[in-house]
T-cell receptor, first 110, second 112 residues
C-alpha cells in the first residue's frame, strides 16, 4: 500500500462548482499535512497547511480526520484558474521526509 | 529576493555521462530535498539533508549522489548508473523536516 494515496482524476467541473478531493495516508504517526498545487510543467507550490481543527483560506477548506487517516480539500466557486494538479503531502513523525501523493488533476471548464 | 534557485532549467546530456544539477537557497533553511517527477507521475524522493555534511537516501537513490558542504547548496549528480535519467528534477527546502517545503523551478534533464 502506498504511503499517500489520491484519486488521480481528472475531475472535470464547470465554473462555480464545488469540488472535493480526498487523500488517505497509511502511517498513523503522520504529523504534518499539506496541500500543494502544481501547474503543468511547473514546480509545486504550497496551497495550504492542514491543521487538526480544519482551516479555511478564501474558497479553499482543508480538513484532517486522524481516526480515518485522511485529509480533504474543498474548493468552492471553482474558477478556470483553479485548473491544476493538487498534491497531498504528509510528514511522518520523527522522520525528516515529506511524502507526496501522485496528485489529483482538476479541470474547470466554462 | 529570498528563494531557491535551480540551474540550468533545461539540460541535455549524452548517455553514459555524469551530470550535476545545481540547487541554491538563501532562505536559511536547514532541510533540503531532491525529487524526481516523470510525466503524469507524482514526486519521488531521491535524497534529503537536514544539516550540513549529512544526508540520507530517499526512495530512489540508486544512480544518484549528493553533497551538502554548505547550508545553502545541495547539488545532485546523476551518474551513468542511473538507468532512466530523463525526468523533471525538483529541489526543495524547508525550515525543518516537518514544515512546508518550497521548490525551485526545476531542471528538465534529457539524456539522448
Amino acid at each position: 500500500r502506498k504511503e499517500v494515496e489520491q484519486d488521480p482524476g481528472p475531475f472535470n467541473v464547470p465554473e462555480g462548482a464545488t469540488v472535493a478531493f480526498n487523500c488517505t495516508y497509511s502511517n498513523s504517526a503522520s504529523q504534518s499535512f499539506f496541500w500543494y498545487r502544481q501547474d503543468c510543467r511547473k514546480e509545486p507550490k504550497l496551497l495550504m497547511s492542514v491543521y487538526s481543527s480544519g482551516n479555511e483560506d478564501g474558497r479553499f477548506t482543508a480538513q484532517l480526520n486522524r481516526a480515518s487517516q485522511y485529509i480533504s480539500l474543498l474548493i468552492r466557486d471553482s474558477k478556470l484558474s483553479d485548473s491544476a494538479t493538487y498534491l497531498c503531502v504528509v510528514n511522518i513523525y520523527n522522520t525528516d521526509k515529506l511524502i507526496f501523493g501522485t496528485g489529483t488533476r482538476l479541470q474547470v471548464f466554462p | 529576493d529570498g528563494g531557491i534557485t535551480q540551474s540550468p532549467k533545461y539540460l541535455f546530456r549524452k548517455e553514459g555521462q555524469n551530470v550535476t544539477l545545481s540547487c541554491e537557497q538563501n532562505l536559511n533553511h536547514d532541510a533540503m530535498y531532491w525529487y524526481r517527477q516523470d510525466p503524469g507521475q507524482g514526486l519521488r524522493l531521491i535524497y534529503y539533508s537536514q544539516i550540513v555534511n549529512d544526508f540520507q537516501k530517499g526512495d530512489i537513490a540508486e544512480g544518484y549522489s549528493v553533497s551538502r558542504e554548505k547550508k545553502e547548496s545541495f547539488p545532485l549528480t546523476v551518474t551513468s548508473a542511473q538507468k532512466n535519467p530523463t525526468a523533471f528534477y525538483l529541489c526543495a527546502s524547508s525550515v525543518r523536516g516537518d514544515t512546508e517545503a518550497f521548490f525551485g523551478q526545476g531542471t528538465r534533464l534529457t539524456v539522448v
